[in-house]
Each structure stands twice: as structure tokens, then as C-alpha cells.
């Protein structure tokens, strides 16, 4: 008899060195792998939704695993409270479910929301340094919103993702990318969030970094229509630090 099961992990990527499994790398994959066989003695493969990059965070990040022994007994609520008290305190499982036998987190995944932090403040701000991008310079909020647009809809990102990237194909729809501003002191926390069908790799971090580039003025606000049009990643601003970034939540039919 097999099991398949569904988790829902929350994670501070600070100290991993992202989800995948790595040889002598801390990753959110083998944690729960050596959890999982603490408790059950089981040896499992973890598949997650999206393979987050070293230093980014997750508030839903999916994954599935299938019991094949011990942990088939194991009913949701002992799973959760069990693996919860082996894990280390910066990951967590928040849900445990039944899964139906074809469910796989990645390939049954429709979309992903992530949201991005940036503080615009001539300070820094030490609660906030793991989590928030931190820029000196003010940000005009204004042509990133109209630039922000563009990107909406079904295109061509091959200029948005990293020089090692291995998708086959840049096509990516976007759903929704919305951009708030909260004034903090003298400065400002600004959120993207972002939804699409699929990402690339970096794309997200190369999305906000051309987009903050434009509200400091270092970059045209044309860029991001050049960078649609010709493919160009050198028109586009830096890569956003890994550390803003969180994986808000996962899209199953």
C-alpha cells in the first residue's frame, strides 16, 4: 500500500542554501527528508513546487512525498505535530494533507505568487535585514507602475532570467503584479507581488531589480519594453537579492 501525502512548508531560507538537495549544503529538501525519516524510519523523496534559490523564503511552499511502510498509519495531525517538533526552528511544516495518488507539487501546479520587499530609507533597518531589500536612495513610485504594466500578459521573458537558466521554453504569462507603498519614518516599504503561471529562473529578483532600477533613475523607463521586445538582459537593471523574496503561495486546480 502507498500513501501520498501533501505539506505545505513555511521556511526563513537565510541559513539554507535553497530548497534542492546539495551534497555538504543545508537545504529545506534534505531537512525534511532526515525529519521524515526520524520519525517514521522511512526514506523518502521530497518533491517541492518550485526549487527556491539559496537565501529566499517561503510562507507556502508545497511539496508531496508517498509513504510506502511505517508512516502509511501515521494520520495528518501526528505527522504535523511530529515532524513539527524535530525541525529546526527555521522551518516548519503549517499544513498536512491526504493527496490523491496522481498529485505531484510541482507538475500539478498551475501558479505561484511570490512577493518581493524592498525598504527605500536612508536607513537601515536590522528587524527587517533578513527579509527586506535595503536601498539609500529614493524610489519614485510612479514610473515603475507604468513600467510594472508592461509586464502583464503573455510574453517573452528570456531577458528577465539567469544566464543558467535550463527552461526550454521564456514564454511566461503574468497574471497580476501589483506594487504597494507604506511610508516608514523617512523612508518607505515597498511590496511587489507577483503572480504567474511559471518562473524562470531569477526572474522575479531580475523583475524587481530593472524595476526599482527605474524609480532610482538608473535605468530608462523604456527598458522594460526594450527588454520585452529584443531579449536583451543587459538593458535591464540587478538582480534583487535573494533575501527579499518569499514564496507566498502555490495555485492547484
Known amino acids: 500500500m502507498t ?3 501533501r505539506i505545505v512548508v513555511e521556511y526563513d531560507g537565510t541559513d539554507f542554501s535553497g530548497w534542492q538537495r546539495q551534497t555538504g549544503q543545508r537545504t529545506v529538501q534534505e531537512t525534511l527528508e532526515t525529519a521524515i525519516r526520524e520519525m517514521t524510519g522511512e526514506t523518502v523523496f521530497v518533491r517541492g513546487a ?22 502509511v498509519g501515521i494520520p495528518p495531525i501526528g505527522l504535523l505535530r511530529g515532524l513539527n517538533s524535530i525541525l529546526p526552528p ?9 493527496a490523491a495518488p496522481d498529485f505531484d507539487a510541482r507538475f500539478s501546479a498551475q501558479g505561484k505568487i ?4 524592498v525598504l527605500a530609507d536612508p ?40 544566464s543558467d ?11 497580476r503584479l501589483d506594487i504597494s507603498r507604506v511610508a516608514i519614518g523617512a523612508g518607505a516599504e515597498l511590496t ?16 524587481v531589480g530593472t524595476l526599482v532600477d527605474i524609480g532610482r533613475g538608473r535605468i530608462p ?20 537579492p535573494a533575501h527579499g523574496l518569499t514564496l507566498l503561495r502555490v495555485i492547484y486546480p
Open 3 to 5: 500513501r501520498k501525502v
Open 50 to 71: 518550485g526549487r527556491t534559490d539559496a537565501g529566499v523564503h517561503a510562507d507556502g511552499q508545497v511539496a508531496s512525498f508517498s509513504f510506502e511502510a511505517t508512516g
Open 165 to 175: 537558466c535550463d527552461r526550454r521554453t521564456t514564454r511566461r504569462l503574468v497574471r
Open 192 to 207: 511587489f507581488e507577483i503572480e504567474a503561471t511559471a518562473f524562470l529562473k531569477n526572474m522575479v529578483r531580475i523583475v
Open 123 to 162: 536607513v537601515r533597518s536590522p528587524r527587517r535585514a533578513r527579509h527586506t531589500w535595503h536601498v539609500r536612495t529614493p524610489v519614485d513610485l510612479a514610473p515603475m507602475t507604468r513600467a510594472a504594466r508592461l509586464l502583464v500578459g503573455e510574453h517573452d521573458f528570456a531577458a528577465f532570467r539567469a
Open 90 to 98: 527555521d522551518v516548519a511544516l503549517r499544513e498536512v494533507h491526504e
Open 114 to 117: 511570490y512577493r518581493y520587499t
Open 221 to 240: 523607463e523604456d527598458a522594460v519594453a526594450r527588454m520585452l521586445s529584443t531579449g536583451d538582459r543587459a538593458l535591464g537593471g540587478m538582480t534583487a
